[in-house]
């Protein structure tokens, strides 16, 4: 069978082992089924996830002149503690940016290699975890809007790691940490107009990934490089098709890249 579509990261389900799903324009793959099948992944093209035009792809899917232009790729996306919509300040497009930035976002801890700190919007609990690869997840803050929680992770930060390590998260070489006793230590630490939101007694969540083979000396995939891949797929884990030849494919760092698969 053959599929072939423009690479978006692939939607999740947290079941007992985390569901896969690849969108392919007229197909939707469950991933999780094609385990110990071998996949052939070739380039074919580009096409920007914004005007869909057959153009480099620069950053987060878009092209060069869309990411420098359209809201969802501002620079308070990766820095939530740009965010002004609170303050009524337009940065791209006042109207977009208060629908995301208006909304109860969550400062967590994850622990995917090590424990980091991060932000995500409420609604993308737990999704965001399954997207980094994190085994467990907690909750620190939950705050009003997007301002709030950049600053308070920035306040964190300073204490605790913000990065995935990534070669660690996919060979699965994780510490062994207690996410409930780093909440209540990064307490302290918590901005004063934040830290009415702390989250007190709650639990760890806990995440499955359908992996076979974790790999020992993990390689990434560049398909522009190397256009043309075949492989036996042994595992999924944050956006990471892992191979048996301990080839790894991002499948979120290649969106807007138009590829065939052949299983």
Excluded at 3 to 27: A, C, F, H, P, R
Excluded at 32 to 39: G, M, S
Aim: glycine share 4%; net charge negative.
């Amino acid at each position: 069978m053959k599929y072939q579509g423009v690479l978006k990261k692939m939607k999740t389900e947290n079941l007992d082992e985390i569901q896969y799903y690849l969108d392919m324009n007229s197909d939707f793959l469950n991933m999780n089924q094609l385990l110990n099948k071998e996949l052939t992944i070739r380039f074919v093209t580009y096409e920007c996830l914004n005007c869909h035009l057959e153009k480099e792809i620069y950053r987060q899917g878009f092209c060069k002149s869309c990411f420098f232009e359209i809201p969802n790729a501002a620079d308070w996306i990766m820095k939530p503690e740009l965010s002004k919509a609170h303050l009524d300040i337009e940065d791209r497009d006042l109207a977009y940016e208060k629908s995301v930035q208006l909304k109860p976002h969550i400062v967590y801890l994850a622990n995917s290699s090590n424990v980091k700190v991060g932000v995500t919007r409420k609604q993308q609990v737990p999704t965001r975890w399954i997207d980094q690869g994190a085994h467990e997840a907690i909750e620190i803050v939950e705050v009003p809007n997007r301002y709030l929680a950049g600053v308070t992770e920035v306040a964190l930060k300073q204490h605790v790691a913000d990065k995935t390590n990534w070669r660690k998260m996919l060979k699965n070489d994780i510490e062994d940490v207690n996410l409930i006793e780093w909440r209540d230590k990064l307490k302290a630490f918590i901005p004063e107009e934040a830290k009415e939101y702390f989250i007190e007694n709650n639990s760890e969540t806990h995440l499955n990934f359908p992996v076979k083979k974790y790999p020992e000396k993990p390689k990434s995939l560049n398909l522009i490089k190397t256009p043309n891949y075949m492989g036996k797929l042994v595992g999924i884990k944050g956006q990471y098709l892992i191979f048996e030849d301990e080839t790894v494919f991002n499948v979120r760092s290649n969106e807007g890249l138009v590829v065939s698969i052949e299983v």
